[in-house]
């Protein structure tokens, strides 16, 4: 069955450079939620989208934006990248129904050098 | 969402029943109990969810008090592939209505 993809696996960016991650949600699923988990630590919540809206949000930076595309997609943009954004990026994907589950990718691994 | 509570850490033997507790007792009566597990580094397992009545699937029982303010995931024969983080989560759902918000959850230690 197919699952959540997230591009790319691996990354390393320097300081206050930017970064672009994506998120090809499951068929037929309309919802997709971005998560940040740091060394050690539990995942964070960052924002979620419902039919190409912003549906809630997290604790996400002011240098972070994202967005939700018209193939349900979706791209988590980071910019003047800090140290401390060295972490990994999840990203869930639901159908509409409330009473279902969510299904995550493998994750993004970003290193800030 | 309800805040939950959980253990920090658990032990058990392989092949044994694991049982992981979980407080909340804040919850409300529109909000699901969802537990998800995360083996290192990867991402987010959904295991299990349930609203008042017990719950069963092939991974996993969902007991929850009649209450609503507590709830036990039990892994019937643990295996050492279960070792992993395992999330008490209470949520209105799972769509673009609600969010999945991770507290901390419990280490579980499957030994042989």
């Known amino acids: 069955a197919a699952g959540v993809i997230q591009s790319p696996r691996h990354l390393i960016k320097e300081k206050r450079e930017t970064a672009t991650l994506k998120c090809y949600p499951i068929p037929r699923h309309d919802t997709v939620y971005w998560y940040q988990q740091g060394p050690g630590q539990d995942p964070q919540f960052l924002i979620s989208?419902?039919?190409?809206?912003?549906?809630d949000k997290g604790s996400i930076p002011d240098r972070f934006s994202a967005q939700q595309f018209s193939d349900y997609h979706s791209e988590l943009n980071m910019s003047s990248l800090e140290l401390g954004d060295s972490a990994l990026y999840f990203c869930a994907s639901s159908p509409t129904n409330v009473n279902t589950e969510a299904f995550f990718g493998q994750g993004t691994r970003l290193t800030v050098v | 969402d309800a805040k939950t509570t959980q253990p920090p850490s658990m032990d058990c033997a392989e092949g044994r029943a694991a049982n992981l507790p979980c407080n909340h007792s804040?919850?409300?009566?529109?909000?699901?109990v969802y537990w998800y597990r995360q083996i290192h580094s990867q991402g987010p397992q959904y295991i299990i969810h349930?609203?008042?009545n017990n719950e069963t699937n092939e991974m996993a029982s969902l007991i929850i008090t009649e209450d609503r303010k507590s709830s036990t995931l039990i892994l019937p024969h643990a295996t050492l592939r279960d070792t992993a983080v395992y999330y008490c989560?209470?949520?209105?759902?799972?769509?673009?209505?609600?969010?999945?918000?991770f507290g901390k959850g419990t280490m579980l230690l499957v030994s042989p």
């Open positions: 989208f419902y039919e190409k809206m912003q549906s």
């Open positions: 989560i209470v949520s209105r759902g799972n769509s673009g209505y609600s969010t999945l918000t």
């Open positions: 804040t919850i409300s009566g529109n909000e699901y």
């Open positions: 349930g609203l008042k």
